[in-house]
């Protein structure tokens, strides 16, 4: 993509390099100049990290506290 077009839909360019996950190369005078690429996304995403890695199985009360008033004492 040339420079002029880049500077003109920079924004628009933008948001389909990230919905596409696709990299644009920027050129001048025909010379590729510069590389406009996708954020990778952070790995440690909480949600779905368990996906697939067996069955979840919940073993005593996860509602109760674990501990009693008189036990957190000078803690709460």
Do not use: N
Request: hydrophobic share 40%; aromatic share 6%; with cysteine.
């Amino acid at each position: 993509m040339p420079a002029g077009a880049f500077k003109v839909h920079c924004l628009r360019v933008m948001d389909e390099v990230q919905s596409r996950r696709e990299v644009v190369v920027i050129t001048k005078r025909g010379k590729p100049v510069a590389k406009l690429v996708p954020v990778e996304q952070e790995k440690d995403d909480i949600f779905g990290f368990m996906k697939g890695k067996g069955t979840v199985e919940i073993k005593g009360d996860i509602v109760s506290p674990i501990l009693t008033p008189e036990e957190w004492g000078d803690l709460y």
